[in-house]
């Protein structure tokens, strides 16, 4: 068999194995090659799981380097209180108050990760299940060195935030030396009523609660110099 046709042949088959729970093929000449060729038929199959793997991985709901000085709106972030901007330092927020949410991130279950610096001032966090508004609803989990030097996660209803109702010191489950300060990974997941929160990869948080259920991906700082970058959020 020449090589254009044994091209020809595993495309046909590749399609074959690709389609077949969506249509009926005539199988004589499809019998004849696996017969003959088990070679060609290895490679075709593999061909065609690669095929399936690539076609099932979902697009992020959100991916930001925020590695230029473009416009917020045009980097889909909606800036809710205070001044937020952008530059090769990342998304940097005044240092107030401040609260952004990124577009298209309004969901139930999804892992957020993004690479955050904080060069001074009070602490981060980010916010998870949220409303897009300035009186904002729904979960914020903070790296917090003015709570005692503690990863926290608050509950915020219309603007308003509870203490703490999940709290640990950093210094009992990150290593020795660790400091807020500098860059750090942060990953929250939320699947359902389960929470998971890591620092540098590290589990900080575990736990249940069912309070909000969906909502928005979005960031928080106070009174602090810091930057945002690479922000991903993927549905789980």
Known sequence: MSRKKIKIVIIFISAFFYFSHFVQADSGYLKE??????????????????ASKSASISKPLYQNSFSNAQSLSSQGVSALMGSW??????????????????AGTNGSNYDITANVSLNSGNGYGIYYHATDSAAITGYCFQVDPGWNNSFIVRKVVNGTESSPFQSVSM????????????????????????????VDGIQVLKFSDSTFTSGFAGARAWGADVNFKNVTVENK
């Open 33 to 50: 090659v696996l017969d003959t060729n088990p070679a060609l038929y290895n490679e075709a199959l593999s061909r065609s799981a690669s």
């Open 85 to 102: 901007s952008l530059s090769d330092k990342g998304l940097t927020p005044s240092k107030t108050e401040t609260r952004a949410v990124f």
């Open 171 to 198: 210094d009992d489950v990150m290593p020795v030396g660790f400091s807020p300060k500098g860059e750090h990974t942060v990953s929250v997941s939320v699947s359902g009523s389960d929470h998971v929160i890591t």
